[in-house]
T-cell receptor, first 112, second 114 residues
Framework: GENVEQHPSTLSVQEGDSAVIKCTYS??????FPWYKQELGKRPQLIID?????GEKKDQRIAVTLNKTAKHFSLHITETQPEDSAVYFC???????????FGEGTQLTVNP | GAGVSQSPSNKVTEKGKDVELRCDPI?????LYWYRQSLGQGLEFLIY????????KSGLPSDRFSAERTGGSVSTLTIQRTQQEDSAVYLC????????????FGPGTRLTVT
């Protein structure tokens, strides 16, 4: 089955700096890669996603890149703000579409 | 419109008792998922329902866990003879259909087994 690894587990940056979180996956048939943000005590919420036919996607300060050959994808947050502090999860969906496999999460802390 | 709702929000039960957790998906969403999130951990897939198809139960950790979805809408996750290791937040999500579409999560049920 699919295995998703996420790094780093914790990340601390200064406000205004960029943050990068990386994930690798094992199933070459995976074709959809969402990123979720989970604030403390809240439900996960989708912040950006990318499909396998695209190499990069950007939405304001957030971007995701996908390298299908290397089977890895990354989340990039620019001009970080304190409200970006949360746990971020990457995930991969297999071609069968029946399940998302999540990474273990990255605790991002943005220091003012 | 209304999002995914779950009940109860918190449940404390004694070891060995059975519990039922409920999920109301977004109206019109045909796909429904259950996940488990242990403290400080990622989300572990449990089960997936898509329309009238047979559910994908491959993530259920033991035969003490079962789930059903009645009328293609509300779902109930049942844990029999609860154990302390079942303590976690159980999250339900729904999406328009199965596949590469956004999954909308409910607030979760925090289960504590004493």
């Amino acid at each position: 089955g699919e295995n998703v690894e996420q790094h780093p587990s914790t990340l601390s940056v200064q406000e205004g700096d960029s943050a990068v979180i990386k994930c690798t996956y094992s199933d070459s048939a995976s074709n959809y890669f969402p990123w979720y943000k989970q604030e403390l005590g809240k439900r996960p919420q989708l912040i950006i996603d990318i499909r396998s036919n695209v190499g990069e996607k950007k939405d304001q300060r957030i971007a995701v890149t996908l390298n299908k050959t290397a089977k890895h994808f990354s989340l990039h947050i620019t001009e970080t703000q304190p409200e970006d502090s949360a746990v971020y999860f990457c995930a991969a969906l297999t071609e069968s579409g029946s399940r998302l496999t999540f990474g273990e999460g990255t605790q991002l802390t943005v220091n003012p | 419109g209304a999002g995914v709702s779950q009940s109860p929000s918190n449940k404390v039960t004694e070891k060995g008792k059975d519990v039922e957790l409920r999920c109301d998906p977004i109206s019109g969403h045909t796909a429904l998922y259950w996940y488990r999130q242990s403290l400080g951990q990622g989300l572990e897939f449990l089960i997936y329902f898509q329309g009238n198809s047979a559910p994908d139960k491959s993530g259920l950790p033991s035969d003490r866990f079962s789930a059903e979805r009645t009328g293609g809408s509300v779902s109930t996750l049942t844990i029999q003879r609860t154990q302390q290791e079942d303590s976690a937040v159980y999250l339900c999500a729904s999406s328009f259909t199965g596949g590469p579409y956004e999954q909308y999560f409910g607030p979760g049920t925090r289960l504590t087994v004493t």
